[in-house]
């Protein structure tokens, strides 16, 4: 998978925009794959504006698919978390 093609498929896949960014800037609590140079990809999540669990990658589909692996993951974190707080009565 490339990089244009990355959003898309995540989209399709029901994961929140809010939940990854690509080559953009994210303000906070999102994760990023980022080119960083022609053979040079970075993801990783982004809080308070620093860089977390950050990996490299030389090549565009394995970044792809680290992305793609980690925000699907956080999705199902997000929703099983929002299931926990409406069986609770909690908004």
Do not use: W
């Not at 990089?3 to 809010?18: C, K, M, N, Y």
């Amino acid at each position: 998978m490339r990089i244009d093609e990355v959003a898309e498929f995540l989209l399709r896949q029901g994961v929140r925009p809010s939940i990854f960014a690509i080559n953009t800037v994210a303000v906070s609590d999102a994760i990023v794959l980022y080119q960083e140079g022609p053979n040079r990809f970075a993801v990783f999540y982004t809080e308070r504006g620093m860089r977390v669990d950050e990996r490299i990658y030389d090549s565009e589909e394995e970044a792809c698919q680290g992305l793609i692996t980690q925000a699907l993951e956080a999705e199902r974190f997000a929703r099983d978390h929002e299931a926990k707080t409406r069986g609770r009565g909690e908004r």
